[in-house]
């Protein structure tokens, strides 16, 4: 049986501590120079040895990208840059560009190399010279489909790993390589900077009419051509399990701690009934409704089942948020939850708790104590400290949550 690695993103050592306990084998994060991903926080040379040593600690990975498409400026600091992070203790690293890949065998000799999806690999011929190349893993491009796939896995070296992304945002250009964020702003997608201009809503101008907005399609509210939904395949891990999938990749290095804990949990459990079930596998129901509890779009199978069968629009840049995150647990004693808030909840209120092994408990707190146990009835300010009653031991970095209100 084919056991993959799930692998989420990692924005800053908090969201690496929550993929973690929340049932990562490993996770991809970028440096403060050279990533895909400008916005999150990304890590120092220091903070990237202290994530790989955490890591260590608890035989998972790390893997650092170094997979945007460089300017001749950006060149002459990467040599430096590479044999720096040689010394992090960082499990691989994932390249996009062939000058970048020719510096990283010149100067880390020994560090495992992935191939970027931006280099846009569908098909074995390319995977097989990537491996030539000097790659571990391949990463596959987000239009592959599970056939090709299986055929990709059937015609190349058994210790080639086969990396694929499961769940998240979707780009609407080939493999994120993408132009007009750039073009129309100057923000540079291929360096980290994407402005997202697929997201915004479009409508038709006539030169000789430029007051008149002309609707592209039927609806009152313009349309989102370029919008893509969100990618979700916890359904289907039995398939890409059987296709010889090695890593299970899950988007989202801008997004939240809560985010990457509830993602996480959910494909944790979904591969974990996987191994279980075999042949039998059906997708839990709590991990289909763990995954409508964080942000995200219309969900879709993305490109997996072909193209005919690839519900790739939809007619909104918004996100579906259904759930509201209120607090974090930082420790259990004396039948109280000693937490930091992270949203308002008051009195009465029934608490839905995520825990780091998935599983989901529900309560209605009678008291709220504040930092000096004097008794309020609701968390009102930010990052307060306070405690709950609580009947069931709960584990630290535990979720608390409630619905949202329309």
Not at 122 to 135: E, P, R
Not at 180 to 196: F, K, M, P, T, V
Not at 381 to 403: D, G, N, T, W, Y
Request: glycine share 6%.
């Amino acid at each position: 049986m084919n056991i993959p690695e799930i692998l989420s993103p990692a924005g800053d050592m908090e969201r690496l501590k929550f993929a973690f306990n929340y049932g990562a084998d490993a996770v991809y994060l970028g440096a403060e120079d050279f990533g895909m991903r400008a916005a999150p926080k990304n890590f120092s040379i220091e903070q990237l040895k202290e994530a790989a040593a955490y890591a260590n600690s608890l035989g998972k990975k790390v893997y650092l990208t170094l997979n945007t498409v460089p300017t001749n400026e950006d060149v002459k600091k990467m040599p430096e840059f590479i044999r720096k992070v040689a010394q992090t203790g960082v499990h691989a690293v994932i390249v996009a560009d062939l000058g970048v890949l020719s510096m990283v065998k010149e100067n880390a000799p020994d560090m495992e190399i992935h191939f970027s999806t931006q280099v846009g690999i569908m098909n074995y011929v390319t995977a097989n010279a990537a491996y030539a190349l000097g790659a571990k893993r391949i990463v596959l491009a987000r239009e592959t489909s599970l056939e090709d796939i299986i055929e990709i896995r059937k015609n190349t070296p058994a210790d080639l790993d086969i990396e694929a992304f499961v769940h998240g945002a979707m780009c609407m250009s080939f493999s994120g390589r993408c132009l007009l964020s750039q073009y129309l702003n100057g923000r540079d997608a291929n360096r980290g900077e994407c402005s997202q201009p697929c997201r915004w809503q479009y409508q038709l101008v006539e030169k000789n009419r430029p007051d008149r907005h002309f609707d592209i399609n039927e609806t009152e509210e313009g349309t989102y051509i370029l919008n893509a939904n969100d990618l979700c395949m916890a359904p289907y891990i039995d398939m890409l399990c059987k296709a010889g999938i090695t890593s299970l990749k899950i988007e989202g290095r801008a997004k939240s701690f809560y985010y990457v804990a509830s993602v996480t949990a959910a494909y944790r459990k979904a591969v974990d009934t996987y191994v279980k079930e075999g042949d039998n596998f059906l997708c839990p129901v709590e991990v289909l409704d763990e995954l409508t509890k964080t942000s995200h779009r219309r969900y879709s199978t993305g490109f997996y089942f072909g193209r005919e069968n690839a519900t790739q629009t939809t007619d909104s840049s918004t996100y579906i948020r259904e759930w509201d995150l209120l607090a974090v647990v930082t420790k259990y004693e004396d039948g109280r939850l000693y937490c930091s808030q992270r949203g308002k909840f008051v009195l009465g209120d029934t608490i839905e708790v995520l825990q780091p092994d998935g599983s989901v408990w529900s309560f209605t707190p009678n008291k709220i104590y504040d930092a000096d146990n004097n008794e309020i009835d609701n968390t009102a300010h930010a990052m307060m400290a306070f405690s709950i009653p609580c009947e069931k031991e709960i584990k630290p970095m535990s979720i608390l949550r409630k619905p949202a209100k329309n």
